[in-house]
């Protein structure tokens, strides 16, 4: 494992096991993260992106789901590195990970806080868990990083429940929620999806805010090209279960090598233009992740295809340095 990486994803495969086929969600998904940077994971709905989060985090609900190869090498406060995919998702030593040094932001807050509970009891919860604290203290703990949040009349809000609060608000409280443990890394899984574009400003503002006072890693997950260009140090780029690019995310939007990735570019609109350029939608449909691929997945939506494209899957490969693609035609 690279000394300057706290996680590192090798050849990682999740399948989902139904009654007549199989669901390859993840195929040999490889990545490392660094301390105290940002990784961008951008693709389009089904690409793989939360399951490859919900895996780290040893969430996938098994049966059907399952990891079937790779490793997810974490290393730990102590300097152990050990790995996840070999822990019993329910046993003690996954628990001691999940919340403390690798905690995640899910898609919906509404669905993701308990509403039969007040907002302070369920970050106390988790503090009382990892911390050893007593109740008082813990609520002391969540009161201070509802103020790290930003969250108005904090001493009103940790009193209150989900349904009394609104989108941004159970957003801020989510975040207070996964960090209140200082954890190492940070998923962040589509966390501002739901928000208007005012309220998505202020939480990654916030976002980027405590990662420089808790030093942590960032994984940010989203289909918003926008998000990824403001907050990610580096960036993958995720279609149908792999990854197809990977750079530091400047290199990237200046210079994308594969074609789903321009793809994705030019399908953006840019604002501020006096003569806006066209939209250009990626033609085709994305094949079925049922499908054992014996070939490139973009094959039939691509304007590049060639000859070579008949190998093979084309192998992720360094065109240049840091800056990695799957395409026989990127050189």
């Known amino acids: ?14 399948h989902f096991e139904l009654e007549q086929v199989t669901v390859r969600a993840v195929e040999g998904v490889s990545f490392s993260l660094n301390r105290k940077r940002t990784l961008g994971i951008v693709g389009e709905s089904g690409c793989g992106k939360s399951i490859t989060a919900m895996a780290i985090m040893r969430l996938i609900q098994s049966p059907p789901g399952k990891i079937t190869g790779g490793s997810i090498n974490l290393r730990r406060r102590d300097g152990d590195v050990v790995d996840i995919a070999q822990l019993s998702a329910k046993g003690p030593a996954m628990r001691s990970i999940r919340g403390a040094e690798i905690a995640m932001i899910f898609q919906e807050p509404m669905t993701s ?11 106390a919860e988790s503090v009382m868990l990892h911390q050893r604290l007593s109740k008082k203290d813990a609520l002391g703990v969540a009161l201070d ?39 190492s890394i ?19 503002d ?32 995720m279609y149908l279960g792999k990854i197809v690019e990977q750079a530091p995310t400047h290199e990237l939007f200046e210079n994308p090598l594969h074609p789903y990735t321009r793809g ?6 840019v604002l501020g233009q006096k003569k806006q350029k066209k939209l250009i939608p990626i033609p085709g449909m994305v094949p079925s992740p049922t499908e054992e691929l014996t070939e490139c997945a973009f094959k039939p939506r691509c304007d590049r295809k060639g000859p070579d494209c ?22």
């Open 186 to 204: 940070l998923i962040a899984d589509e966390p501002t999806t739901a928000l208007d574009v005012t309220v998505q400003a202020q939480i990654l």
């Open 113 to 123: 806080l308990n509403p039969i509970y007040n907002i302070g009891d369920q970050i």
């Open 1 to 14: 494992m690279n000394d300057s990486a706290i996680l590192e994803v090798k050849d990682l495969h999740v």
């Open 145 to 183: 990083m509802l103020h790290k949040v930003h969250l108005s009349a904090p001493e009103t809000r940790i009193k209150q429940y989900p349904h009394q609060l609104s989108g941004g608000m159970r957003q801020r409280v989510m975040i207070a929620l996964a960090m209140s443990c200082n954890p």
């Open 310 to 331: 008949d190998k093979g899957l084309p192998p992720l490969r360094e065109v240049s340095p840091g800056h990695f693609a799957a395409c026989y035609y990127e050189h």
């Open 264 to 269: 994705l570019l030019n399908s953006v609109p």
């Open 206 to 237: 916030l976002m980027a805010q405590l990662q420089e006072s808790f030093d942590s890693s960032i994984i940010m997950i989203t289909h918003n090209l926008g998000v990824i260009s403001d907050i990610a140090d580096d960036t993958a780029v």
